[in-house]
């Protein structure tokens, strides 16, 4: 079979090779049965005698659920069985050369995190609500930040600048906002800071053929002191004037922001969230079923063999990298046009590093890398609600929670991934 580009056709084979052996890791059913001892260990030394609510819908709903309390002994003992089976299920899959599916370690983070939960807030009141819509916005920067490494690594730059990408944003975001006192112009104005900060990375990776590891690096440090400078001596004496940006405001659905749970989470939402729904689905679509995304494929995988056929490689991955810096920069100026209402310092706080552990966790493509971008916004907003509600978790733990979760997703759940050959390697012709 061959898939027609416009430019070339490229043949790609659907038949599986003969004598290939699928290596399956060990490292999900080992992590898996760590997390069950773990959570065993946590309701064994620590047992709790009490109940746990959670609230499932806000006062603004159109129907109102009613609360849910569970004894919360009896419920997390009930989680540690059920992990317990998932853990050993995954270990039955591995011993008989299987990857644990998918499906499976959904259903044991889901009950893992309720066990957890529900020991953890004894005698208190979770709003449900509140966690998962406050997790999404920790999660916006997260997933643009991921969409934009994706793009770029897909065509064979390793983005690590999209920490500088959201931080110029930002800045770009709350400066131009204030000064012409339109939200949407600081938020074109932080896409093409972003753009900015791309350029300069294909500037040097794809034409001058740097690393791009420490290219990224670089710049990553360079805007860090660019704008903590700017802030310094421009924004701070005149923050009435240049720091003081309008914001956007939520605009619920008709229809779909009444619905009880889902709605007040995902459809009472600003207009960047609502860019973020449509940038995931145009960004898989394009990647996987447009002519633009198989050639953007084809360079990030074998350069040269795409030449060969007609395609423009470094042109390619110039203007993907283009389009990756400006995802990103969308994503910059959240913090700064919904978040908070004005620039800090170091405002994103590393954000842009674990939306690159996004991509690694989510291989490389668009929707795994969303989730993983969720996960560690809910882990980012789970310490602070446990903290609201009085939980006798130390704080210190809950505020390295959400990179010790990082950390588990890269290092255990993610398995095996491998990135795009030509990932890092820059092209030269001829």
Known sequence: MSTTTGEASIPIHETPLAGVTTVIEKKTPVLLSTLALLLLAIVAIWPKSGDTTYRLAVPSDFAQLPTVTVPSTLTAWIVVVVCGLCAAWSVVLYRRHRATPLWLVVVYSVAWVFGFLTWAATGGTIPLVGLL????AL????????????????????????????????FAA?????????????L??????????????GLFAITYFVDQVIVGVVLNVLVLGLTSFMFTQVLAPNAASLNAPPHFKAIPIPVLGDIPLVGPIFFRQTVIVYLLYVAVALVTWSLYRSKWGLRVRAVGEHPKAADTVGIKVNRTRYRTILIAGAVAGV???????VSVPQFNREMTGGAGYIALAAVIFGKWDPIRATL????FGFASNLQGVLSVIGSPVPSQ??????????????????????????DGIPYRKG
Do not use: H, K
């Open 174 to 186: 709350a400066m131009v906002a204030s000064v012409l006192d339109s939200a949407w112009a600081g």
């Open 139 to 170: 999660a916006v920067p997260l997933v643009f930040g991921a969409l934009g490494g994706v793009l770029g690594e897909r065509s064979g730059v390793v983005n690590i600048a999209i920490e500088g990408q959201l931080l110029a944003g930002a």
């Open 331 to 337: 994503g910059g100026a959240f913090y700064t046009l």
């Open 397 to 422: 733990f809950m505020l390295m929670l959400p990179y010790v979760v990082t950390i588990f997703a890269v290092a255990g759940l993610v398995g095996r991934s491998r990135p795009p050959a030509a």
């Open 133 to 136: 819509s406050g997790s999404l």
């Open 188 to 201: 074109v104005a932080a896409s093409a800071a972003g753009v900015l900060v791309a350029l300069i990375l």
């Open 372 to 375: 993983a971008a969720l996960l």
